[in-house]
């Protein structure tokens, strides 16, 4: 196998990871996606009894972790002088990925959650949880919400309803901040500008930096509008104009079309950037609330392949055992 | 391009040349990166009917009559693909591979009558479009394209440079997508050649040579425009084809 290969096939099992800890997504395939020898990592040509003993394979090397899920490593003093882009930013380009094996299976902290997911994976409870605010690691729902939240977890094993399964696993998109700690991600930094561009999904986020305002407020966006600055070390982004149809996990956390995010990417050292999203609502939540991810920087030569959700995803078949309408361009 | 032999004599030489090939005006008028190539970055869309015919056209219900991006006019379909491509024209409306959202492939998306922003970088390019959210990466590190074949829907990009011209070689293509919505089509030995070059500073040439030996006698090449949008606050927004409202909830 040549380097390259090896490279790729580092990439595949990163992403299978990754995918895979999607897997109630039951993203089942359109056809196998293997030619010539090679495996494309982005649909899957087997049943999901296959993809949950892919998991348990990967996960033979994880460390079970007793009692609560780890925590992401708070942020450091960043007192450095990182290099610069020709523009003058902190030089963050490259490849990223998360770094605290966070699902987004579920992001709050509870065994109930954990259970669930151990039931499926075998993957014991080596997965972090991202919530650092409030401490307790659950989202502070208002009480309406909080019942929502409920009827939406008890229906994720088996939805009665299309609307009741996962944007992700019907192939929408992430939306934020659940892009952040899902892969692989690409950072370019065009004078005054950044540019995420996640492999999952083929997502992007293009951030002007030139203090211009959000769009008009009616326009919603699956993945938001983003406006940033850098304020040092760190890349301040304020999200507006998100959509409600995305969720922040797989069992049914989350939000309005009124969802506010102040998000924080913190330089801290070449290799590392911390990730912090003050996340608010006041539809949906009594309080702000606080996400923690730390993204690590992958291999310089990583080369982000296709990764075409939709076009093998039989998640409504599979979940809802009924065949969707046929779906239409309309331009 | 040869490396050249260092010494001021050939250097000399080079510029005159240069400069002959070149029109002063666009050499000094486009812009370009600190490697001094031509830098496309920024936001592009056709003014084109060749999503819907890249043949001469005349208007029907929803599609805008358009003289064709096809050098000639002429496609060199075999004789059986010239059948297929008539039966594909018949049954558009259901087996235009578009009307299931898919990634429409290479170089559909290109006259798609949707915006998308080109970022450059000497080593790496990335088109981001809005329809799909659809991302081209154009890997111009002098990487080959990786051992196949590989079924993309979106195909393998590698690109490097022809003076001015950024060339891509695009291979690895799934055989599901089509040139249009009138049913040109191709297999998965799709192999196309682009050529970007800049005709002013706010006008992109978008050349692209189709080579298909499944399908076509001979390879046969397109030709458009890409026009900057100057907006102010332009954006890049969402076209997310297979997630609207009547179809959120689309179980019988």
């Known amino acids: 196998m040549s380097t390259r290969d090896s490279h790729r096939r580092d990439g595949v099992v990163a992403s299978l990871r990754e995918t895979m800890a999607d897997l109630v997504s039951l993203r089942s395939s359109g056809g196998p ?3 010539g020898g090679f495996t494309v990592s982005t649909r899957f040509s087997s049943s999901i009894i296959a993809i949950v003993a892919v998991l348990a394979v990967l996960s ?13 490593t708070p942020p450091e003093a960043h007192t450095w002088d990182p290099p610069r882009t020709p523009d003058g930013q902190p030089d963050i380009r490259g490849h990223w990925s998360q770094q605290n094996r966070i699902t987004t299976y579920s992001i709050q902290e509870g065994t109930a ?7 499926i994976t075998g993957q014991t409870a080596a997965t972090g949880r991202p919530i650092i605010d409030p401490p307790d690691g659950k989202i502070p729902y208002q009480p309406w919400a909080a019942e929502r939240a409920q009827f939406l977890f008890d229906e ?6 299309i609307e009741y399964i996962d944007p992700v696993s019907r192939g929408f998109l992430d939306g934020l901040p659940r892009i952040n700690y899902r892969g692989a991600m690409k950072i370019l930094q065009p004078p005054g500008q950044v540019i995420m561009i996640n492999e999952y999904n083929h997502t992007y986020r293009v951030i002007p930096l030139d203090g211009s305002p959000h769009i008009g407020s009616d326009i919603k966006l699956w993945m938001g509008d983003s406006r940033g600055h850098w304020e040092g070390n760190t890349l301040v982004v304020d999200v507006t104009n998100l959509n409600e149809h995305t969720w922040l996990d797989i ?9 506010h995010l102040v998000e924080r990417w913190t330089f801290v050292n070449p290799d590392r950037i911390d990730y912090e999203v003050t996340i608010e609502d006041p539809k949906v939540y009594a309080r702000p609330w606080k996400l923690l991810v730390n993204h690590g920087r992958m291999d ?21 055992g009924a065949p969707p309408k046929l779906r239409r361009s309309r331009w | 391009m040869k490396r050249l032999v260092s010494g001021w004599t050939t250097g000399l030489t080079v510029l005159v040349a240069a400069s002959a090939l070149v029109p002063a005006a666009q050499a000094q008028t486009v812009p370009r990166g600190a490697d001094g190539k031509p830098n496309f970055s920024g936001f592009w869309q056709v003014m084109s009917s060749a999503a819907w015919n890249i043949q001469d056209h005349h208007a029907d219900v929803n599609v805008p009559a358009g003289q064709g991006v096809v050098e000639g006019n002429e496609i060199p379909y075999q004789p059986w693909a010239l059948a297929q491509k008539q039966e594909n024209f018949e049954n558009r409306e259901t087996a235009d591979p578009n009307g299931q959202c898919y990634l429409p492939g290479v170089p559909r998306i290109m006259y798609m009558p949707f915006p998308f922003q080109i970022v450059q970088t000497p080593t790496y390019t990335a088109i ?8 081209r990466h154009i890997f111009m590190d002098g990487t080959p394209h990786p051992e196949g074949h590989i079924d993309w829907w979106m195909g393998d990009s590698r690109g490097h440079w022809d003076g001015d011209t950024l060339v891509v070689d695009v291979t690895h293509f799934d055989e599901r997508t089509w040139f249009d919505q009138a049913g040109n089509f191709h297999s998965d030995a799709l192999h196309l050649v682009e050529r970007y070059s800049f005709v002013d500073a706010d006008t992109i040439r978008y050349e692209v040579t189709v080579e298909d030996s499944k399908v076509f006698t001979r390879p046969w090449t397109m030709s458009l425009l890409f026009y900057r949008h100057k ?6 927004l969402e076209y997310e084809c297979y997630a609207f409202d009547d179809l959120f909830r689309a179980v019988e």
Request: glycine letters at 8%.
């Open chain 1, 113 to 119: 959650d954990r259970e669930t997911h151990i039931g």
């Open chain 1, 60 to 72: 033979l090397g994880a460390t079970p972790v007793a009692g609560q899920a780890p925590l992401p």
């Open chain 2, 231 to 236: 907006e102010e606050n332009f954006r890049l």
């Open chain 2, 128 to 135: 981001l479009f809005e329809y799909v959210h659809a991302v």
């Open chain 1, 251 to 259: 069992v049914g956390s989350f939000h309005s079309d009124a969802l």
């Open chain 1, 156 to 161: 994720h094993w088996g939805p009665s309803k």
């Open chain 1, 300 to 320: 310089d030569n990583y080369e982000q392949w296709e990764s075409a959700v939709w076009e093998g995803n039989n998640a409504v078949e599979v979940i809802l």
């Open chain 1, 33 to 35: 996606v293997t030619k």
